[in-house]
Structures are given as C-alpha cells and as structure tokens.
C-alpha cells in the first residue's frame, strides 16, 4: 500500500458533471450490494491471516478468491492465473474477464491487491477485495459493452511487483500493446477506521508519469465522483493517485482513476490492521459506487427489469440475455434465461430505426443478407424487451 511519508492530502472538492445523470437500473444494481456479504467477505479475509506475497496464506487467499468466483457462476475459462516472479519469490494474480457486447477487445480492469504485510490486511486491501467480489457478483449477468477485467494482484507491498509483471508482460508482450484498456479503477485501503467519520471517499487522478493520460484520468476522475454521489451516500473528494497498483498502467500511458478512504485509518502495515478495527459499513458504501462507477465505465445495460405480477412464478430479467458472437458474421446466437414464457421475438433495426429482420422464437437469426455496420438487437417477451447493440462484420 501507500507509504505513509508520501500521501499527498490535496483532497479538492468535487460537484457533479453535467452530463451525467442518475440511471435507475443502475441505482437497483448499486442497491444490490448487501451489508451481509460485505461484512462476510472482510471477515473471512482477515481470517486468512498475515498474506505475505509467496507464502502459504497468500496462496490460500488466492484460492479464497478464485472460489469466490465460481460461486458466482463464473467458468473456469474466465477465471485465470498470471504467475510471476521476483527474486526468489513466486506468486500469482488472478484476472477474471467478462465480455462486452459492443466492444469485446476493449478493457475496463477494475482492480486491488490481496496481498498484506505485518497484520492481515484487512483494510489493506481486504476492503478493496471484497469490494471487487462484490461488484463481480452483481455484474456477472448484466451486459455491459466493454468487457470488463477483474484483476487481484499480489506482490503490491513489496513494489507493485504483480501489477508490473501484468503491465509489462499481458498488457505488453515484448513492448508490443496486447490489450486495448479503456481505463483502470484502482480500490486499495477503503477500510476506514471503526470510530471515525467515515462518510467521504477521495477519487484518484493521475498527475505523475506521463502527462499524455493526465486529462483524460482528471475526467474518468470527475466522472467517478459524480457516480459515487449518485449511487452512494458518500460525499467526494480529489486527490492524487500514486504509489498502487494502477502506476504500472500509468507508465504505459493508460488512464488510470481509483479510490482510497479520506479520514485515514493509519492502520495500514500494522497488527491492527483487522477487522474489528475496519468498518464494515463505511466499505458497503464504496461498494455501492463502485457497482454504480463501473455500470457507468463499462456502459452496462440500462434497461429496468420488468417483472411479472404472477405469484406463481414471476419472469426473471432479461438483462441475462446473451446475444453472440459480437462482432457477428452469418449466423447471431440469442440465449434467453428461463423464463415462463417460451415466445419471443427478436428485431433487428439500424440505428435509425428501421428494421431490417424479425423473426419469432427462433435462437438462431440469419444475418447473412445484413450489411456491415453497426445495429440494435431487441428480445422482447410478454411484458418484457431488452436492447443490444450488434457489429456484424464479415
């Protein structure tokens, strides 16, 4: 985590940005955010005791997070191990990636480091840990146009050694770019201390390292205040991102935004840093902008789910509908969730509207007579619909 020697307290005030307004799916997901496995989630990880990187906690906290995400329903495919070394030290991060819809090859990492030093961690940075778990869960399902990586890294409190080795060698194979990254959202020590007034959260901007990424990380920032006031209780402030996990993109000229708590707990690095020291409420707080933040980064689906007056057996949303490949070719796949009914329709339409196909309960729509561009995919069921954007690219 952060030296103490090094914080830069320039918390600057923030409003709201204009354009931005509050999208109440968005709301409903944010709301979906439960004290219970908040609470639960820094429990567990402040069990697993001290998690110094290479050591047997750590690697027991590892396969702690990875069960997490099987729980959620993730596959093993999503789930992946990046080993690394330094020195004589070998640890993994484990990067869990769900696909957009729009932009599959474009990335919005959300991120945090598990492991710890001296105490266990559970400000730093089982806060931020369990408020990725969190965010993954309530988003599994939910389409969102840019994938979105969700990245634990280790080697953090040794010299950010695992963010560099993803930075350097997945972000960058050989100083060629792999991966196309939109943004990274770094969460690391938003714990807050039991006792204190914890009602604020600072939203890091980059204004170090290369000045190409300094105004575009100043906007994500803004944005990122505006979605925490939004979509949280939390009142904002901004100050300067430095010494985590999101420097290593920074030097590659990513742009680079994150959260850290504002009345500091100065836990950090010691045996006190547990969780009868944390304060769990204070971390159900920032999940909840976090959930809303990343809907806003990732362009998640906006649609409010209609739900059935049966008592029987109420329709499930249809945000869980996949529609896929994307970019498609001659043939585009829709996959509905079990719903009650079994009729439904699909239309595609260009972006002015005009529709150009519709077919009835069919799970597999020619496109092949489709020109290549950019259209609107609508499911809709009795009571029901949900848009996506498709690329039909041959």
Known sequence: MKKLTTFLCTALAVGNVSAQTLIQAYKNRADQVTQTNITNNLQQFSNLGIKTTGSVNNANTLTWIKNKYTSFGYSASQVVEDPFTFGSTSSKNLVITKTGTVYPNKYVIICGHYDTVTGP????????????????????????????????????????????????????????????????????????????????????????????????????????????????????????????DYMPFEKKGDVITGFYEYTRSYNEHTVNDTFANVDPVYVFKVAKAAVGAMQHFSTASSTVSAISASKEKPLQTLESVKVYPNPAKDVLNIELPDLRTKNFSVEITDLAGLSMLKEDNKAQINISRLENGVYLCTVKTEGSSVTRKIIIEK
């Open 121 to 244: 961690g559970t400000s730093d940075n089982g806060s931020g840990t369990s408020v990725i778990l969190e965010v993954a869960r309530i988003l599994k399902d939910v389409p969102t146009e840019y994938s979105i990586k969700f990245i634990h890294f280790s080697g953090e409190e040794q010299g950010l050694y695992g963010s560099s080795h993803y930075a350097n060698n997945v972000e960058f194979q050989s100083g060629v770019r792999k991966l196309d990254i939109k943004l990274v959202f770094n969460l690391d020590q938003v714990g807050g201390k039991i006792g204190n007034v914890n009602n604020k959260i600072i939203c890091e901007r980059d204004t170090a390292g290369q000045s190409g990424n300094n105004a575009a990380s100043n906007t994500i920032t803004q944005q990122l205040a505006t979605c925490t006031t939004l979509y949280s209780p939390l009142q904002t402030s901004i100050s300067n991102a430095y010494s985590s």
